[in-house]
């Protein structure tokens, strides 16, 4: 790892296929970032834990989004690309900043909110799901982290977090920074609201040609003006403003035509990334064997911080 550096650290849970909004949003930072920052990715099964109970179905999208991770681009060479659940440590110091964070503090987080909302069941695990993450971001003295704008609040919690073990216990962690792109912050699917997993609006990442058709024919047009909103929002993460600027106006109140083009798009895009993870696919047990490097990677850093948490808070004795 090079000290000059800023160290980077994202996560993703393993809960199904990624889509274009997790990409645009997140994922594509994550390539980008990679040759000018120490890189930390995630597959933060732990978290997932909180709505995937099958072991199957957990093991599965854990060595997929492995995968995926992979056919982005991210590169095991330059980056640590590890699964959560390899690095005991991120369990242990959540534990410790519960001790510290006070139930009507946590009881103000979005996530927590909305499944209330809802009325939902809620689990432990998901009440204080903003704390491991804290301990996932503060193990490894992060930087930055990059996010779409829904996890902002988490990113602020953790920084709420930090500040309150430093302030009891002395100084240690370090504050790290959301990194958000604001023109692809939240992506609309295909009705019109966040595009999300959880909606079933999603255009998949890795989808087949026939499933961009039908995803992108079943955009929900508005029928005011000549613009489609919801087909030209995703449209702008193809191609430039300028092009389609042109294409909108030519294709004005045709929304027929106007997707045919996106379908082009989207097509020409993630074909070539499709076919690299159908490569991957055919060999899991080098994916299996990167996880299990990066996890070793990690598990030295923070394990190294853990014992240096234990110092401070006065449980470490030898
Ligand atoms: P989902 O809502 O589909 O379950 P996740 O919560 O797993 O997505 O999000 C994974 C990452 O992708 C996060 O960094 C999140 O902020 C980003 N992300 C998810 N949906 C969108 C969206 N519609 N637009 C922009 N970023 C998104
Ligand atoms: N909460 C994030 C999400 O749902 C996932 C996550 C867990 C994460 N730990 C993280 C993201 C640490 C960034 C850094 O998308």
Redesign the pocket.
Known sequence: MDKSQKTL?????PSGRPHIGNYFG?MKQFVEMQSSHDCYF?I?DY?ALNTIQDAKVMRQNILDLAIDYLAIGLDPKKSVIFK?SDVAAHTELAWIFETLTTMPYLSRAHAYKDSEAKNKEISVGVFN?PM??AA??LLYNTDV?P??A??KQ?VEITRDTAEKFNRIYGDIFKLPEAHILANVAVIPGIDGRKMSKSYGNTIPLFSTDEEIEKAVMGIVTDSSGGVPKNVYEIHKLFRSESDLMKLYEEKAGKYKDLKEALIVDVKKFIGPMRDRRDELTKDSDAVLKILRDGGDRARKVADKKMDEVREKVGVKLY
């Open positions: 650290l994202s996560g993703i849970q997140a995630m933060v978290h959560q799901y491991l993450m996932d971001i982290v996010v779409g829904d996890q988490h």
